[in-house]
């Protein structure tokens, strides 16, 4: 066949014809379990007529390595902070057991204040990089499709921590606009396409670097400012006041201006003063920074992790690093990189982290073959849960090369592993993970994730060095970093 021109009407597709589709239609009547499935759909939706209850009862628990589940469950609400809250979780468990408390969580509103001011700051100088190109350039398309988006990834929150810091929940508190960005967002995309336009106005006149400098830090001082509206005024300090429990290791030996003062009955036998049952020790650091929180208290250190990610593509060989042009979110932080291994590999880091009683970051297509809607089986992720194909009599399998090389699937969300079963021969067999979704979605917050699922629709894991060989190290500090384009597959989002 010959080729033609791209998007011509002359199309190897034949038209659809009339008399085609009275045939189809007769067809389509005749069969029983046609008329069964169009009753079950139209009545009840297709995941209720999909699922199989059968296949969701085979799941059992508990799981041979699961780690303390955590009293609170957190909730990104309508926001698409999964990363934050997924980063945030895992130190989370950190700060839990340091205090021994398990309801205890940071504030999500400070790190989503720093990650759009420092993605303002970023797109700004962007789209200074790209002045020279017409609007229907595809970086320039890109840049203003998604100026300033929610998304983002484990290196984002990476970046923020090292450079801002966090803090307790108590001390920023979630605001109408931090739970729900739909608002703000579009206050800012506007704000920051009419400053694109500035820029590149400016650009075409012949104003230098330096002017070009001034005009976006004027720029992000109004970024800044609706910020503020909408998500309070970020501490610059704060003071930490936590109780701690019988088990904490905390104390002030470590961290200087801290205090630990004991509240409560403190006489003893012989009128010499001691702990009795009933008193409480109260951790108290006043004017705490941010940063000083994270370093000193959670022990934070981003070069400590590496980020694993699992693709079987052709253009994207395994044991090479890999970056994304124009996402990297933060000015003057790390850049954003990917090791790219075999799924067995991946998951043998995660494992490791686990048994050591570490949770791990990591990322899906959390909506595939997903029962969300569902009230009966909420939780459980698999591939034999929702039956779509026998549903509509069609075959919908695919591999994971070619859906991710379509855009069939891609990883969507970020989630936290927290436990493991495994099979007859040492390897995982279903998976354990926290989500950010609050704890009456899914199972009470959970998802249990099955082998096939994880295989098909996973693909990345962020773990400490020290879960992963030598080998690996190496790849990972000496490898050469090849680029990628922001709407590849690795940098591939909803956003």
Known sequence: MAAKEAGSADTPARPIEIEQIGELTKHFARSRA??????????????????????????????????EAPTLITNQKKTGRCWLFTTYNTLRQRWARAIDCGSVDFSHAYGQFFDKLEKANAFLGHVVETADRPYDDRVVEHLMRHPIPDGGEWRFAANLIE?????????????????????MNTVLERLLRKDASELRRAFGKGANE???????????????????????????????????????????????????????????????????KGSKRILKHPNLTPQA?????????????????SFPLEDLPYHEVYGVR??????????????????????????ASLDAGEACYFGCNVGQNSPRSLDDFPGILGLDTMDYDGLFD???????????????????????????SRDANGRPSAWRVENSWGKDSCDQGYFTIAEDWWQLYSGEVVVRRCFVDGKTLELWDGAKTTMTEPWGVIARRER
Not at 43 to 65: E, H, I, L, Q, W
Not at 294 to 302: R, S, V
């Open 293 to 309: 929180f994270a370093k000193d208290y959670l022990g934070y250190d981003a070069s400590d992790y590496v980020d694993l990610i």
């Open 34 to 67: 046609n008329r069964i499935a169009r009753n079950a759909v139209t009545s009840d939706g297709v995941a209720k007529a999909a699922r199989n209850p059968t296949a969701f009862r085979a799941y059992a628990k508990p799981f041979d390595v699961a780690l």
């Open 163 to 183: 450079k801002w810091g966090m803090v307790p929940a108590e001390v920023m508190p979630e605001t109408v606009c931090s739970e729900n960005s739909d608002a």
């Open 326 to 351: 124009w996402l990297d979110s933060v000015v003057g932080g790390e850049p954003m990189r990917f090791l790219n291994v075999p799924m067995e590999e991946l998951e043998d880091a995660a494992m």
């Open 394 to 420: 069609i075959d919908l399998s695919m591999g994971k090369a070619e859906m991710f090389e379509l855009r069939e699937a891609y990883l969507t969300h970020a989630m936290t592993l927290q436990g493991y």
């Open 210 to 276: 330096e002017e070009l400098r001034d005009m976006i830090a004027g720029m992000v001082c109004a970024v800044h400012r609706v910020l503020c509206v909408c998500l309070g005024e970020p501490p610059a300090s704060f003071d930490l006041v936590q109780e701690l429990g019988p088990e904490a290791t905390l104390d002030d030996e470590h961290h200087v201006g801290a205090t630990v003062e004991i509240q409560g009955p403190l006489e003893g036998p012989g009128g010499h003063p001691t702990e009795r």
